[in-house]
């Protein structure tokens, strides 16, 4: 499969990953100006943008990225040459491991877009879900009127447009999923009502918006549609709200016994399990100093 196939592929399922260029590579190096490589939460990569011991820096800048939500030049080194120095979106890790040349790679995070369920078969909320579209938001439609926390799983922002029926129930169910913004479409009184037989906790009142949208005077569906994305668009940018990926296994990190060097895990990661204790390690000849070092061979 293609890198672009794959790109899409995890686009479609809302898992988090960073796309990974060869910029620059300067001999001797195993990887060349255009490899790619896709790298996953849990360390796994797929692709080539060099070996053992430049993958190690990659995966562990690459981590970093997801986390930052930032793209960055990664300056791969060997020991002692210092010829880049450190700029804005650029970093420069020195790897011991290296036998030479120097790489430069691109790592740009590929964040899953915010995703908005809307429960309701009404104008406002068919409206909702076109806006969500055109600013590149995800839409899940609550079919089931989202009655189960598994139904809201990954989901950023819920919206109530449903003019009535179980509201108070839907808005019990998005909070104890953890649902970060959960808006009613109501009158200030009605809202107000609502949330007075849930009897909820500070903490959970200010994850509620009702009326819901910023107050820019909307009147039709349309108008009413757009003031909640720009809501919810605020909440992302400025409020802190957490745009949650599909769940995943996360990379650790451990040192090295050899060489000391930190060592990304993933499941490439060269490894060793002497009497039940595991050790890992950043290439195959720090494994085999190692196990040297314990059998006596």
């Keep these: 499969m293609k890198m672009t196939e794959r790109a899409q592929q995890l686009v479609r399922t809302r ?3 960073v796309q990974a260029t060869v910029v620059r590579a300067q001999q001797p190096t195993s990887a060349h100006a255009g ?24 995966r562990k800048a690459a981590l970093g990225a997801l986390q930052s939500h930032e793209s960055v030049l990664l300056r791969v080194l060997p020991d002692g040459d210092l010829h880049f120095p450190e700029a804005p979106g650029a970093a420069v890790v020195v790897n011991p491991c290296l036998s030479g040349g120097a790489l430069e790679i691109f790592l740009e995070p590929q964040i ?3 995703l908005v369920g809307i429960c309701g078969a009404t104008p406002i909320a068919d409206a909702l879900a076109n806006a969500c579209e055109l600013v590149g938001f995800g839409v899940r439609r609550g079919v089931a009127e989202f009655d189960s926390m598994e139904s809201l799983a990954d989901t950023t922002a819920v919206v109530i447009a449903s003019h009535g029926g ?7 169910v998005a909070l104890d999923a953890g649902v970060g913004y959960v808006g009613l479409v109501a009158s200030r009184i009605r809202g107000a009502s609502i949330l ?7 903490a959970e009142r200010t994850r509620v918006r009702t009326p819901v949208g910023l107050p820019i005077g909307a009147k039709t569906s349309g108008e009413i549609a757009v ?5 919810v668009i605020q909440a992302v940018r400025k409020g802190g709200l957490v745009v949650t990926p599909r769940g995943a296994n996360v990379a650790v990190e451990v040192l090295d016994p ?11 990661t060269p490894h060793l399990i002497i009497d ?6 950043c290439s195959s000849g720090c494994r085999a100093s190692f196990a040297a070092t314990k059998t006596g061979s």
Excluded at 227 to 231: G, L, P, R, T
Aim: with cysteine; aromatic share 8%; glycine share 10%.
């Design 15 to 17: 898992t988090p990953f």
């Design 35 to 58: 490899d790619e490589a896709i790298l996953l939460q849990d360390g796994t990569i797929e692709g080539f943008v060099g070996g053992q011991c430049a993958q190690n820096s990659v």
């Design 112 to 114: 899953p877009a915010p």
């Design 166 to 172: 179980p509201e108070a129930a839907m808005i019990r």
């Design 196 to 202: 007075d037989e849930l009897e909820l906790t500070d």
């Design 227 to 231: 003031s909640i994305v720009a809501e």
């Design 258 to 268: 050899v060489c000391g060097m930190t060592v990304t895990v993933g499941p490439d």
């Design 276 to 281: 039940d204790v595991d050790y890992w390690f």
